[in-house]
């Protein structure tokens, strides 16, 4: 098992700034790859952003592209989203979630592929 802990989630006013952290904990070994997905109220939980546990690859929603970053510390076990110039469409629940295998290698975008998932922190962006 992987338990994850997101942070870092709040109120913006549009066009401002937040960095999400999330936490692994348990059989980390066990990771392939880390992603962030969100749900707004009414709507399917959508991909945001994914990294291999390596560093070396990875995926964006056009819809964030080049306006969020995902990153990882190994060291700390955790991966962070940090999203720049928001919009009020980025009004959401954010989850991070951990993939095992290279699944991941063809569908890094799909709820499916990932096995733990986070609770999830509020993402507020005023307009």
């Known amino acids: 098992q992987v338990q994850l802990v997101e942070s870092g989630g709040g109120l913006v006013q549009a066009g401002g700034s937040l960095s999400l952290s999330c936490t692994a904990s348990?059989?980390?070994?066990?990771?392939?790859?880390m992603g962030w997905f969100r749900q707004a109220p009414g709507k399917e939980r959508e991909f945001v952003a994914a990294?291999?546990?390596?560093?070396?690859?990875?995926s964006y929603a056009d819809s964030v592209k080049d306006r969020f970053t995902i990153s990882l510390d190994n060291a700390k076990n955790t991966a962070y989203l940090q999203m720049n110039s928001l919009k009020p469409e980025d009004t959401a629940v954010y989850y991070c979630?951990?993939?095992?295998?290279?699944?991941?290698?063809?569908?890094?975008?799909?709820?499916?592929?990932?096995?733990?998932w986070g609770q999830g922190t509020q993402v507020t962006v005023s307009s």
């Open positions: 990294i291999t546990w390596s560093g070396a690859r990875t």
């Open positions: 979630a951990v993939n095992r295998d290279r699944r991941w290698d063809r569908y890094s975008a799909t709820r499916t592929t990932y096995d733990y």
């Open positions: 348990g059989r980390t070994f066990s990771m392939y790859a």
